[in-house]
Structures are given as structure tokens and as C-alpha cells.
């Protein structure tokens, strides 16, 4: 949308062709259907740096429509934003029905056509045979045989992560068959599975103000305070959807979490309020004495784990019994199966690989006419924003470059 939106504020006679019956599905349901635009709490050298190794093939495309420029870009098509927790921006109405609404008005603004409805089933390529011809597009045929020409394509299909609202990766595909690279393709920001049962009976259950560390092979290897919530095979969850994309690339090694439900308090803090705890309710049985301490949901799991009979007197819990409930309080660990499907994924990690795209103009090395925008790329970072905003950046650069070099032609005629 905003790609094609900025080649037709440019003056570009511009088509969207869209598969779905409406715009915007995947948009709708983005920052839990508030729609979390960008994150504005890093300097743009840090903001990329979430991107890892692959970050750098943005520094010139944020240069010219980075956070700033987005932030005024919905401003600007009357969408009014805020900033809420670490640097969260979001539309002041916490809809993002909303910023659908502005970026469909700014598309018949710039009098794009819509074609929705309209799956693509082949790109076709100009004959190679002919001396001295440009390796460019010809067209585009649709699912009903209708063909679509142009001068210059942008493909945005998005990668595979939520399919119901339409991203297939049907792009990589054709990208694919156009001789371009597509990398290793693997789920991000995902739930995880892991191989304890017991969690089926934690399902549901919202864990605030924890910290969840990984460890491999014994080794702590990353580490994150927040918000996590448990599901029937595994974990969800701010906190570990942020870290499954490393503890993806680690599996399947031996990988393990470790929940400190309460990171405030050191061991020895912990054990003195445990114990004060014990001595007010002393004549409380063990599987009642820790409420003030958990949630309610979670007490009969320690039970059970601690193996410290839950009938026994608190006041009689031995040092070596309380030592066995501190550790499940402070290291309460699941060994990783795996991620979930792409199917629950947020995003998709790799796609068409970086070094055959130009950063400057998001065109093509390989195909003349030819330009890309969004998850398509093989780039992906955290949540909070961070990859609308390579929506938002490669999406306006590339309809910019297109239409600039498209203008142009027209001129030189």
C-alpha cells in the first residue's frame, strides 16, 4: 500500500493488485489489533542494530524515511499517533482499523487503481534469446488468465507467517524462478514448545515482571524481564517471542529456559520472605501458604515439582525442602522442543537474499524493472515495532524509485 500509494503521489500510473477481498488483513491483526507502527526509543544507528548482521542494507534507505519520516508520513494522511512503553508508537485510537483507513485514503489520493480478488499465478519474463535485450517483466498473468502489463513491478507479498491472511510465500516462488536467491526460510517471533507436560496445566496463565533466561548446554546465552504467558505445549509471550529467533538458530541442541518468578529478590531475600511467610501462616498446610507468593494457577504446579508433601504444617518445612522450593521460584526450567509452525509465526525469517537487491532504490540487480518492499527481504528484528517500519521504509523507497525512474523515461520521450 505505501508503495504503491508514493508512485502515484509521484504522478505514476500505479495498479495494486491484491489477492484477498479487502486490504490490510495482516495490518489488522499487527500490535494485537492496535497496530504498533514503528518504535522510536533508539537513535537510528541503534534502531538497526536489532536487525542483526543483515541491518546495515537499511542504513541508506532509513537516511531518507526512517522513524521520523513514518511517524509524520501518518500524521500527514491524518493518522495521529503516540508513544506508550519502550518507545511503542501507535495510533492515538489503539485501532488499527484506523491505520488501514489513512492508508487507503492515501491511495485514492494518489489514484491508484485496486484490484482485489486478484491472485497472480505466473510472472513472465522477456525472451533472453534477443541481442542485446534488457532482462526485464513483461507481464503478470492472474488466476483468471487476465494480463496485466507494465513498466516497472514491485513485489510485496509479504513471507509465510500467518497464511490466512494471505501470505502464502507465494513471492518467494516467483522470485525464485526469476533467478533470484531465497534463503533458508524458518518461523520468527514465535511461540515455543517445550517437552514438559506439566504445562498443559499452567495454560492461560500471564506472567508479569519475570525474568526468562536460555540457556544452551548449561551456558546462558540470552535473557529478557517482562511479560510471558504459558499455552498447552509451551510459551508465548513478549519475552519469548523476542528470543525464538535465537533459540531457533540453536536448535536441536539441548536448549532450556530458566523462569524467575521473582527477579526482584536475590536467593537470600527470597528465603527470608518465604520463611516469614511460613511463620505467619504456620499452622497452614504447605498448599496453602503461598498465596501472598504466586498465582493461583501456578501454586498447584510447585506443589507437585517441590514434592514436598502438600498437607505438611509450613511451620514444619525443613532448610533442605525450602531450598527445593526457591530453586523452582527462581529457576523454574522447561527444556525446548522446538518452535511453532509458521502458522503462529509473526514474521518469517530470511528470504531474497540481500547482496542481489540494490539498498539505494530496493531494485532488482538482476531483473530491470523489478523492485521489492517488506518481509519478502531476507531481514527480520524484534518486536515492537521494528518490522512494520522496514515495511513502511522499503515499501515508500521502492515506489519512490520506481516512479522516479519511470518519470523520467516519460520525460526523456
Not at 501456578?298 to 531450598?323: A, G
Request: charged content about 30%.
Amino acid at each position: 500500500m505505501i508503495s504503491a500509494g508514493r508512485a502515484g503521489e509521484l504522478g505514476a500510473s500505479v495498479v495494486l493488485i491484491e489477492k484477498n477481498k479487502n486490504l490490510g488483513r495482516k495490518l489488522l491483526i499487527a500490535g494485537k489489533g492496535r497496530c504498533n507502527i514503528t518504535n522510536k526509543e533508539n537513535n537510528p544507528r541503534e534502531f538497526i542494530s536489532e536487525f542483526g548482521k543483515n541491518g546495515k542494507f537499511l542504513f541508506s534507505a532509513f537516511s531518507r524515511f526512517g522513524v521520523e519520516e513514518t511517524i509524520n508520513f501518518f500524521e500527514k494522511i491524518n493518522l495521529k499517533t503516540k508513544i506508550e512503553r519502550g518507545g511503542r508508537v501507535f495510533p492515538v485510537s489503539d485501532k488499527s482499523q484506523d491505520v488501514l483507513e489513512a492508508l487507503i485514503g492515501y491511495l485514492k489520493k494518489s489514484n491508484v487503481k485496486i484490484k482485489l480478488n486478484s491472485e497472480v499465478k505466473k510472472i513472465i519474463k522477456n525472451p533472453s534469446t534477443t541481442l542485446g535485450a534488457s532482462n526485464k517483466i513483461e507481464k503478470i498473468i492472474l488466476a483468471n488468465n487476465e494480463e496485466i502489463t507494465a513498466s516497472k513491478f514491485i513485489i510485496s507479498t509479504g513471507g509465510k507467517s500467518y497464511p490466512e491472511t494471505g501470505s502464502t510465500g507465494d513471492g518467494y516462488e516467483w522470485v525464485k524462478k526469476l533467478g533470484h536467491t531465497v534463503t533458508s526460510l524458518s518461523p520468527s517471533l514465535v511461540p515455543i514448545i517445550v517437552k514438559e507436560k506439566i504445562v498443559k496445566e499452567l495454560e492461560g496463565l500471564s506472567l508479569k515482571n519475570v525474568e526468562i533466561s536460555v540457556y544452551k548446554e548449561n551456558k546462558k546465552i540470552d535473557s529478557r524481564f517482562g511479560e510471558a504467558i504459558f499455552t498447552a505445549d509451551g510459551m508465548s509471550g513478549p519475552i519469548i517471542i523476542d528470543m525464538s529467533k535465537k533459540i531457533g538458530k540453536e536448535l536441536p541442541q539441548n536448549i532450556k529456559i530458566k523462569i524467575d518468578f521473582k527477579p526482584a529478590l536475590d536467593f537470600l531475600k527470597l528465603d527470608r520472605r518465604v520463611q516469614e511467610d511460613f511463620r505467619k501462616d504456620s499452622k497452614k498446610m504447605f498448599k496453602n501458604s503461598l498465596n501472598d507468593l504466586l498465582p493461583q494457577k501456578l501454586i498447584p504446579v510447585i506443589v507437585k515439582l517441590s514434592k514436598i508433601n502438600p498437607d505438611k504444617k509450613s511451620s514444619s518445612i525443613t532448610r533442605e525442602e525450602r531450598k527445593k522450593l526457591l530453586h523452582l521460584l527462581k529457576e523454574f526450567t522447561l527444556e525446548v522442543k522446538s518452535l511453532a509452525i509458521h502458522e503462529k509465526a509473526i514474521i518469517t525469517s530470511g528470504g531474497i537474499k540481500l547482496s542481489e537487491i540494490d539498498q539505494k532504490t530496493m531494485k532488482s540487480k538482476l531483473i530491470d524493472n523489478l523492485y521489492f518492499a517488506g518481509e519478502i527481504l531476507d531481514i527480520d528484528g524484534p518486536t515492537g515495532g521494528y518490522n512494520l517500519q522496514v515495511c513502511w521504509t522499503t515499501g515508500y523507497i521502492a515506489g519512490e524509485s520506481a516512479a522516479f525512474k519511470m518519470l523520467s523515461y516519460k520525460h526523456v520521450d
